[in-house]
């Protein structure tokens, strides 16, 4: 059985952890120390029991965690154990290096389609997928089995086609837009936001310049 | 006088305000209202109203806020007059997206400077940029008087440049690479771990799916 409800931020340390014992099983380590979870994902070593010790026990006494079983554990926790088909919406060149990211694919992250509203773009190739008309939208989530959309766009038609996106059935989507997205509830939104993360560091530079 | 310490979630949040004022502006619309920003930024009127207090009055009575006057103030406050200087640290396909994406340079943050290690990138130019070896980085981090490095590299080489980018004066990093970086204080770190993001969404979708 798995815990029902697992926070946000319990699920991002998890991801994170599970990289770096990807990392240690590639170096021919066979285990790992809560301490070293903890110094590479910025947090304590009680946070790292707290967090594994919701799956059940994969400390062994005096060694810390068996990598290969954890692994396994955190890649089911995480549902890698399977593939997810991703729409692309907006082939600008963020999405053409999102395409080409190999960390997507080899995590199970497969993009299926491509869409754009240029006419220039349509009918182009990236790789072996053709770009498609964002009319097509509704379609191609159905003959696509879309289950991700990346949304990769400008704010201004965003919010017009994730409507569009979750009513064709879609319930997962990563945006890149900067524009808080309006969704029902059942469906998950994560944000990625560029520009917003560089005036953080901009705000932090220009007071640390003034004080 | 500017308020020392903002968290950064409300630092985040202006940035989003700031974003909608100026499509406002470019409306030609000049007022916009505490509920409209909210609807937008995804939060409450009030938390609008208790965000933009701290840094003076610009409501007009029944009208909303002046987008002109807002949109300066908030551009001030982000540190958004003036220009930032930019490394990219690791020439991959999405440091490739990251130097063609018209909203950092529209802001004030200027790429000044990629370095790579790879022999058969360095010499090769993007754009009117030199690609240069990731040996001379403390090197360009003075004599482009780099203030922001942005790390798009794999895990592993990560902490190591970002140890070299501070000895070497930089205070602000933004970090595409998938680890958690140790920095001393004094120096801020935002992170944007396009992996992280995708497993939470598939973790909700398993969940769902399971449930």
Redesign the interface.
Known sequence: M?P?K?A?ST??R???Y??FLE?FEDQGRDTVSSEALA????TTSAQVRKDLSFFGSFGKRGLGYDVHALGIRLRE?????RR?RVLIVGA???A???V??A??SA???EVVAVVDRDPDKIGTAWGEIVIEGVAQLEEIVVREQV??AILVTP??PAQGLVDRLVQAGV????NFA???L?VPE?V?V?N????????????????????
Chains 1, 2 share one sequence.
């Open positions: 798995l029902r697992i946000d699920v991002r998890l991801a994170i599970l990289r990392e110094h590479r994902a910025g926790i995480l549902g890698l154990g997810y600008g060149r963020l053409g290096a999102l080409q990211y960390g997507f995590r199970g992250f289950e991700i704010a201004d319930t997962a989507v990563l900067p524009v808080q309006h059942g998950d994560k990625v936001n560029l520009a917003v993360e560089l005036e953080t560091l901009s705000y932090a530079l220009a007071h640390r310049v003034h004080a």
